[in-house]
């Protein structure tokens, strides 16, 4: 397999080390050993040396949810979400990526989302359309939340509209390329429709993306990959905290405890932790989760449960066994996919969306 030199390095420090074993949520979630990062750098290294096929760790490859924790947590500076992308990568340029990440690859680039959705739900048509003129800021929605959570994407058009705030939502918004990032790292079709999405978007002033895996793709690798967006990029949850700093959005505290659930791509990538925390503080009382900030455990998320919806469940319950562990009984989120994930495994704790708190 062909891998940078940087890539063999970290792989080949990775495979003896344990530092990360605890964090990883997959592992955690499955309990077993090939879902660590350890493991995977392991199997990665027999592949370099010819020991076994590509084809045989792809699996594995893609059991790994590139959240980041392994990386925020090794001392010694190794990522092992470097390398995992990198073998994504080769595998989609010699043709040996698993047949399910093919489909949704395949989708990504013929109908501008993994799931192959051509058709929008009609509320959200309706509301898109009621903000089809054109204005200085956009609210970029993104493809899981107009097409798997329609519900969430509508709520977030009702927050911008309750604040009084003149913006455009595209009819027809293009794919950030957030997924087939994730798919198949910095391939050509990745860079493409990228730069498709930022001629798009340089059209506006400013952005304001919904989707926190949206706003990191956005913010941070259209920068390193010298895609070319000139409007201003700003998170959501961002975003929310200046309409609540200037009154726009009039915030009545509720007394309420809540704790919060960062979205690693904002804390971790983005290194956005307050924001969030000052919209939640306006409208009730916060309470922290164990493993907070940019040590936040993930929560699960869509495109992975097409593929793992067991362990996207598994995931989800140990982020509510989190939540009990303080004596939570309500959890606010900020990503359209925990909320999703989260969703799913709802019992005693309850879960709710930044947006469904702010509109009460």
């Given at each position: 397999?062909?891998?940078?030199?940087?890539?063999?390095?970290?792989?080949?420090?990775?495979?003896?080390?344990?530092?990360?074993?605890?964090?990883?949520p997959?592992g955690?979630?499955?309990?077993?050993?090939?879902?660590?990062?350890?493991?995977?750098?392991?199997?990665?290294?027999?592949?370099?040396?010819?020991?076994?096929e590509?084809?045989?760790?792809?699996?594995?490859?893609?059991?790994?949810?590139?959240?980041?924790?392994?990386?925020?947590?090794?001392?010694?500076?190794?990522?092992?979400?470097m390398?995992?992308?990198e073998t994504?990568l080769?595998?989609?340029?010699e043709?040996?990526?698993?047949?399910?990440?093919?489909?949704?690859?395949?989708?990504?680039i013929e109908k501008?989302?993994?799931?192959?959705?051509?058709?929008?739900?009609?509320?959200?048509?309706?509301?898109?359309?009621a903000?089809k003129?054109k204005t200085?800021?956009?609210?970029?929605?993104?493809?899981?939340?107009?097409?798997?959570a329609?519900?969430?994407?509508?709520n977030?058009?009702?927050?911008?509209?309750k604040?009084?705030?003149?913006f455009?939502?595209?009819?027809?918004?293009?794919?950030?390329?957030?997924?087939?990032?994730?798919?198949?790292?910095?391939?050509?079709?990745?860079?493409?429709?990228?730069?498709?999405?930022?001629?798009?978007?340089?059209g506006?002033?400013?952005?304001?993306?919904?989707?926190?895996?949206?706003?990191?793709?956005?913010?941070?690798?259209?920068k390193?990959?010298?895609?070319?967006?000139?409007?201003?990029?700003?998170?959501?949850t961002?975003?929310?905290?200046?309409l609540?700093?200037?009154?726009?959005?009039?915030?009545?505290?509720?007394?309420?405890?809540?704790?919060?659930?960062?979205?690693f791509?904002?804390?971790?990538?983005?290194?956005?932790?307050?924001?969030?925390r000052?919209?939640?503080?306006?409208?009730a009382?916060?309470?922290?989760?164990?493993?907070?900030?940019?040590?936040?455990?993930?929560?699960?998320?869509?495109?992975?449960?097409?593929?793992?919806?067991?362990?996207?469940?598994?995931?989800?319950?140990d982020?509510?066994?989190?939540?009990r562990?303080?004596?939570?009984?309500?959890?606010?989120?900020?990503?359209?996919?925990?909320?999703?994930?989260?969703?799913?495994?709802?019992?005693?704790?309850?879960?709710?969306?930044?947006?469904?708190?702010?509109?009460g």
């Amino acid at each position: 397999m062909i891998m940078s030199e940087k890539g063999k390095q970290h792989v080949d420090s990775c495979r003896f080390c344990w530092m990360c074993h605890h964090i990883c949520p997959v592992g955690n979630a499955t309990g077993q050993e090939r879902n660590t990062a350890r493991a995977r750098a392991l199997g990665i290294s027999l592949v370099n040396r010819e020991a076994i096929e590509l084809s045989e760790i792809m699996d594995n490859i893609f059991e790994c949810a590139c959240c980041g924790a392994c990386v925020k947590e090794c001392v010694t500076g190794w990522d092992p979400v470097m390398f995992t992308k990198e073998t994504r990568l080769q595998a989609a340029m010699e043709g040996k990526l698993p047949e399910y990440i093919n489909v949704l690859v395949d989708n990504c680039i013929e109908k501008g989302n993994a799931y192959g959705i051509t058709e929008i739900d009609a509320a959200l048509k309706e509301k898109i359309a009621a903000h089809k003129e054109k204005t200085d800021l956009v609210l970029f929605l993104g493809v899981d939340a107009i097409y798997k959570a329609p519900a969430s994407a509508v709520n977030a058009i009702k927050v911008l509209e309750k604040a009084g705030v003149s913006f455009t939502v595209l009819e027809k918004e293009p794919a950030s390329g957030a997924q087939l990032e994730y798919l198949i790292s910095a391939a050509n079709e990745t860079k493409e429709q990228m730069a498709a999405c930022a001629k798009e978007l340089n059209g506006f002033k400013t952005v304001v993306v919904y989707d926190p895996q949206d706003a990191k793709v956005l913010k941070r690798e259209y920068k390193e990959w010298d895609i070319a967006l000139t409007a201003e990029v700003k998170t959501f949850t961002a975003y929310l905290a200046d309409l609540v700093k200037s009154g726009a959005l009039k915030a009545e505290n509720s007394g309420k405890k809540v704790v919060f659930q960062d979205p690693f791509q904002l804390a971790r990538d983005l290194s956005e932790t307050e924001e969030a925390r000052e919209v939640v503080k306006a409208y009730a009382v916060l309470d922290e989760m164990l493993c907070n900030k940019k040590d936040t455990m993930w929560a699960g998320n869509i495109l992975m449960a097409e593929w793992m919806p067991e362990v996207m469940n598994r995931v989800a319950e140990d982020r509510m066994n989190n939540a009990r562990g303080v004596n939570a009984d309500t959890i606010v989120t900020a990503s359209v996919s925990e909320y999703t994930a989260l969703k799913a495994v709802e019992k005693d704790v309850k879960v709710i969306s930044i947006e469904e708190l702010i509109l009460g």
